[in-house]
């Protein structure tokens, strides 16, 4: 059974960086197959498809690309996000998930962590 | 960037009947080469994570019960819950996998 869990620090201080950890158990990470997904919820707002990154590459949500980079971590099969420069508009719940390749649909989920971004 | 609109916002529905949401693509979702909508809903109840009830446009996924139904094609989409139960109060999302950036409507809250 594949399972993803999202890890980092609750609180992040106005233009410092968010950065995140998904742990993935039940798959390789390295394989081909799949791309692997950030997505967060803004309190109150609907979800947001942050970007993916695989073996080959990234694939990023132009509207936050000049501050997002995400990096897959085979040793410790883990991905990992990085937004810097966050302000007040970052504060949500980030979700990592999947998509495979040949499909195209986002499962399983993580359960989500709320980062707070405040002074 | 595709936009997707869902309608309505909100809905209260009588356990027992009816619910129908609509999902509107700003462009076709349609691949013809394989024939499939890269279209997807979701279901995200709180403190859960989203789960996905329906991928190319209609596929049931794995577990979702039979009451959910699902059809559309191209530019237009609809979820239906033929029998609502209180199990399915949640927020809805419908989400384009055609082009990235991948969008999601803004969501649907289904209440009792």
């Known amino acids: 059974q594949v399972q993803l869990q999202e890890s980092g620090p609750g609180l992040v201080k106005p233009s410092q960086t968010l950065s995140l950890t998904c742990t993935v158990s039940?798959?390789?990470?390295?394989?081909?197959?799949?791309?692997w997904t950030w997505v967060r919820q803004p309190a109150g707002k609907g979800l947001e498809w942050l970007g993916r990154?695989?073996?080959?590459?990234?694939d990023y949500n132009a509207f936050f690309r000049s501050r997002l980079t995400m990096s897959l971590h085979t040793s410790t099969n883990e991905f990992s996000l990085k937004l810097t420069s966050v302000s007040a508009a970052d504060t949500a719940v980030y979700y990592c998930t999947r998509e495979a390749v040949t499909k195209n649909w986002f499962d399983p989920w993580g359960q989500g962590t709320l980062v707070i971004v405040s002074s | 960037d595709i936009v997707m609109t869902q309608s309505p916002d909100s809905l209260a529905v009588s356990l027992g009947e009816r619910a129908t949401i609509n999902c509107k693509s700003s462009q076709s979702l349609f691949y013809d080469y394989i024939k499939k909508n890269y279209f997807a809903w979701y279901q995200l109840k709180p403190r859960q994570p989203p789960k996905v009830l329906f991928y190319w446009g209609s596929t049931r996924a794995s577990g979702v019960p039979d009451r959910f139904r699902a059809s559309g094609s191209g530019t237009d989409f609809t979820l239906t819950i033929t029998s609502l139960q209180a199990e399915d109060v949640a927020v809805y999302y419908c989400q384009q996998l055609h082009a990235t950036p991948y969008t999601f409507g803004q969501g649907t809250k289904v209440e009792i």
């Open positions: 039940g798959v390789s990470i390295s394989g081909g197959d799949f791309y």
């Open positions: 990154v695989y073996p080959t590459g990234t």
